[in-house]
């Protein structure tokens, strides 16, 4: 509870802008490139981890997997959207396979034992979820849950990605932009570090765009 305040008292010091609609993804990116959307809690820290993560091109926050079009944070924040806070990974798959980044997103990035929520921040925006933008991802991800699931119970959303919409400008970057905030240092900063010491060959210190 106390994280989840510090989150919202956070957002109090940054004025909103408004939710910039990027087009909707629902093919592969243009080779070489490729493209998914992974939800697991706030965005900050899922965007920070895959930021670090080599091969990845860009990390982006954004909602995904809601009916409302063009959503804001205020309205996912209600969680009466279907939205779930998101992050595009637009990666290189010679640099950094769909494997690994699986890896990255079930064990550090975020927990997947975890129902309608991660840690302090509850609620269906909060899921955890891929929207997969190929059939080939769809596969991997379903095999790779089928064997996580055989020790634990996973609740992890597989769905195909329809839509993403780009999270307003201050949430971009956050973590990396406010590193000294209490949320940020309880919940994100352990995630980054995990990275780091658990992947140290898929770690990068040059920031992916967003």
């Known amino acids: 509870m106390l994280s989840a305040l510090l989150r919202a008292a956070a957002l109090l010091s940054f004025a909103a802008a408004p939710a910039t609609a990027a087009p909707a993804v629902t093919a592969r990116s243009a080779a070489p490139l490729d493209t998914v959307v992974f ?3 706030c965005f900050w820290g899922v965007q920070a981890v895959f930021q670090h993560v080599k091969g990845v091109v860009s990390a982006t926050s954004g909602y ?6 063009n959503p804001d944070y205020e309205q996912v924040s209600t969680g009466r959207t279907g939205h779930a806070e998101s992050v595009r990974v637009v990666y290189d798959p010679a640099k950094v396979s769909y494997q690994q980044l699986l890896t990255v997103f ?12 991660q840690g302090p921040d509850v609620g269906t925006q909060y899921r955890s979820a891929l929207f997969y933008t190929s059939d080939a991802q769809r596969q991997a991800t379903q095999a790779y849950i089928a064997r996580l699931a055989t020790k634990q119970k996973v609740v992890t959303q597989v769905a195909p990605l329809r839509g993403f919409t780009v ?26 570090a995990a ?7 898929l770690w990068s210190d040059k920031l992916a765009a967003h």
């Open 39 to 41: 939800a697991g809690g």
């Open 64 to 69: 995904s997997g809601g009916t409302v079009a």
């Open 106 to 117: 079930f064990t550090v990035a975020h927990d997947p034992t975890e129902l309608n929520r």
């Open 167 to 192: 999270a307003e400008a201050y949430h971009q970057d956050y973590a990396t932009r406010h590193p000294d905030e209490a949320y940020i240092r309880y919940n994100d900063a352990p995630k980054i």
């Open 195 to 201: 990275l780091h010491q658990q992947f140290p060959q």
